[in-house]
C-alpha cells in the first residue's frame, strides 16, 4: 500500500467512527438505553445493565439499512 492508500483508508475510519459517535449521542438523547426490555439489576454496592430491548431495535434497524443499501448499490 502506497501512502495515499492508507491516508484514503485512515480517513475513512475517521469519518466512520465520527458517524458512530453521533449515533450513540443521538441515540442516548432519544431514549435508546431505557426502553422496555432494557434490565437493570443490583443493589447499592453493584449493578449490571442489560440492554436486551435496545439491541433489538439496534438490530432491526441495523438490519433494514443495510438492506436498503446493498439494494441501491447492486443496481
Do not use: H, K
Request: proline share 3%.
Amino acid at each position: 500500500m502506497d501512502l495515499q492508500q492508507i491516508g484514503r483508508v485512515v480517513a475513512i475510519a475517521g469519518l466512520a467512527l465520527a458517524v458512530l459517535g453521533l449515533v450513540i449521542w443521538l441515540g442516548g438523547r432519544l431514549g435508546l438505553g431505557s426502553i422496555p426490555g432494557d434490565l437493570r439489576l443490583g443493589d447499592e454496592t453493584w449493578g449490571c445493565y442489560l440492554p436486551i430491548g435496545s439491541m433489538i431495535v439496534l438490530s432491526l434497524v441495523l438490519t433494514l439499512v443495510v438492506n436498503v443499501l446493498l439494494r441501491l448499490f447492486n443496481r
